[in-house]
């Protein structure tokens, strides 16, 4: 007995020497991982404004309710004097009510067996979460989180993009674009925790503090945006279109002051959300813009010197180019237009017997300056920069739609854009979305200015911008678009619409971008509508949402009536030209200067 006395104390006393002496710093780091918690504060993501500090998307606090099931196992109440061990049964009782749960169901979480850490609920707001906590039940806690919000919900949708409700990771928009500046950083804190789940009173605690998230702030104007949303939103259903977009760009800045898509998506809702309906169409999807796009044919041909304002042009009724015979929209017998009433009347002949007279490459240039080819400096996510076909391309029927609009593909930013620039006297200002990010006094840090382009000199842009008020006179294409007062400078396009889907040619785009007063813009107004049922025709369509949009400015900013231009500009020679004329664009002088 003696003898195995000793051997037993022996091999207590070498384990024991192994655990305090060899094996010590072991030891002690196993005890330590047993009894420490590692808690994560979840940075607060910063909020996006906008141009007027209204809350675009912003964090809200929550808490996700957790419960370890030894310790809740161990939870009195008092009845009368004396405390009653009531465990996980009187604890789902008594939380069950607060958290809008089945007491049931909490009973089976709080005794699941083989674990300390179970999930209640989560996404518990800071009221709700309080009064739990207020019970005192031993081994209840809650770990903070956010909820993202979004005030404006489907107006910006697509813009603001969205973060994933899970985890407040960015999905879309600028979201996603500017997460590193939203994000932050967020804190940890390391305690010793008791049996009960309570810190251990004097142990080592280290925390590493939260750093939240930048605010950021947009050009985005909200009651335009919500304005133009809601416009166009109606008119994509009123006209049975597949699509459509409307971007609002203050003429001397180029600050991007409204970006709608209709159909769009609820970013505080994502469970009927279409993907197809996240995009912002207005940056992501190119398409061949049609009629708009003659500005830069004439802008190149004004400038170039192969037009006048009153230069006449014969207008037949139909063309032979490249093997085949182009029209305009409605059969008409030989027409006398000025070069002013060509794009007024939006012929597709008149423009291709004055864009054919410029070199295709000359007429690339025009096309990059104007912003078209390349992204636009907001590099949104999935920013298309549209396609222009590099001048040895310029062949065969190609050689002559683009000078109307169609073989090459722009954004609704880009051509938006291009009409800012003319606007401008000529000077195009690179669009921008972002006004700048708040620092950490709350002081707006601005974004980097961004340089004008000099696309023509101010006098061909006041020449051409004149010219194009015609389209919204008597004999133009946009009555829709006028307003009463006021002189109103735009372009009407259709175009056909390339269904990527089907891969050809489906329906057409109908669209209108335009600015008012002529005479002294202050914002242009691109409105597209894709695929519509109702009709093809960018005056009709389009107009009446440019018209709605414009109006809300004008009024707004309190614009004075427009007084008459001094330019005199018409849309009809009134008089028969002669194909003989060497100042007068024809089939004829084509031929005999070999075109």
């Known amino acids: 007995m003696l003898g195995l006395t000793l051997v037993i104390l022996l091999v207590f006393g070498g384990q024991l020497f192994r655990v305090q002496g060899l094996d010590a710093s072991a030891t002690q780091q196993a005890a330590m991982s047993k009894r420490s918690v590692k808690t994560v504060t979840p940075a607060m993501r910063g909020q996006i404004l906008d141009t007027n500090g209204r809350v675009l998307a912003e964090s809200v606090e929550r808490f996700t309710v957790v419960a370890d099931p030894v310790a809740i196992a161990e939870y009195q109440v008092k009845v009368g004097d004396v405390w009653q061990k009531v465990g996980a049964v009187g604890a789902a009782s008594d939380v069950a009510p607060l958290l809008g749960m089945d007491a049931g169901d909490l009973q089976t979480r709080f005794t699941r067996p083989g674990t300390r850490y179970v999930i209640v609920k989560k996404d518990v707001t800071p009221a709700v979460w309080s009064e739990v906590k207020s019970l005192g039940v031993p081994g209840i806690a809650a770990e903070r989180t956010a909820a993202r919000v979004y005030p404006l919900g489907m107006a910006l949708g697509p813009v603001v993009g969205v973060v994933r409700p899970s985890d407040q990771s960015p999905l879309s928009g600028i979201e996603y674009q500017l997460d590193k500046t939203l994000s932050g950083t967020p804190g940890t804190s390391i305690y010793e925790r008791a049996r009960d789940g309570y810190l ?60 709608a898509n209709y159909p769009s998506f609820d970013p505080n809702d994502l469970s009927h959300a279409d993907p197809a309906n996240m995009r912002n169409g207005a940056l992501n999807d190119a398409f061949e813009p049609g009629s708009t796009g003659k500005l830069i044919t004439f802008a190149a041909a004004l400038q170039e010197g192969v037009i006048t304002p009153d230069t006449g042009v014969i207008v037949p009724n139909r063309l032979p180019r490249a093997g085949m015979r182009f029209k305009d929209n409605e059969n008409h017998p030989t027409e006398y237009l000025t070069a002013t009433g060509v794009i007024a009347k939006s012929s597709n002949i008149g423009t291709m017997l004055i864009g054919e007279r410029i070199d295709p490459k000359v007429l690339v240039g025009y096309f990059h300056r104007f912003g078209l080819g390349s992204k636009s400096p907001i590099d949104f996510p999935g920013e298309s920069a549209g396609d222009v076909p590099a001048a040895k391309q310029w062949v065969g029927a190609s050689r002559y739609t683009r000078l109307f609009g169609q073989a090459y593909s722009a954004t609704a930013l880009q051509m938006t854009g291009a009409y800012q620039a003319i606007a401008n006297k000529g000077l195009r200002m690179p669009p921008t979305l972002v006004d700048g990010v708040m620092n950490d006094s709350g002081t707006l840090v601005p974004a980097p200015p961004q340089q004008g382009v000099r696309v023509v000199p101010e006098r061909t842009a006041t020449t051409l911008s004149r010219m194009i008020e015609e389209v919204t006179g008597p004999d133009g294409t946009a009555r829709d678009a006028r307003i009463k007062g006021y002189r109103v400078a735009g372009k009407t396009g259709t175009a056909d619409f390339y269904d990527q889907r089907t891969g050809g040619y489906h329906g057409f785009t109908a669209s209108f971008i335009g600015y008012a007063p002529a005479e002294a813009p202050k914002y242009v107004v691109g409105v597209f509508l894709h695929q519509p049922s109702a009709g093809m025709f960018g005056g009709a369509l389009a107009g009446p949402v440019f018209n709605q949009v414009m109006s809300y400015l004008i009024e707004r900013d309190g614009a004075a009536p427009s007084p008459k231009s001094a330019l005199d500009y018409h849309v009809w020679v009134g008089h028969k030209l002669s194909p003989s004329d060497p100042d007068v664009l024809s089939e004829a002088r084509a031929k005999r200067d070999g075109l």
Do not use: C, F, H, Y
């Not at 109606?234 to 600050?255: C, F, L």
């Open 200 to 259: 251990i009173p004097g142990s080592e605690r280290v925390d590493t503090p939260v750093v939240n998230g930048r605010t950021v702030r947009l050009t985005i104007d909200a009651d335009l945006q919500w304005l133009t949303e809601n416009a166009l939103a109606k008119r994509v259903r009123d006209v049975g279109a597949k699509k459509g977009s409307a971007v609002v760009i203050e003429v001397a800045t180029g600050k991007v002051r409204a970006l």
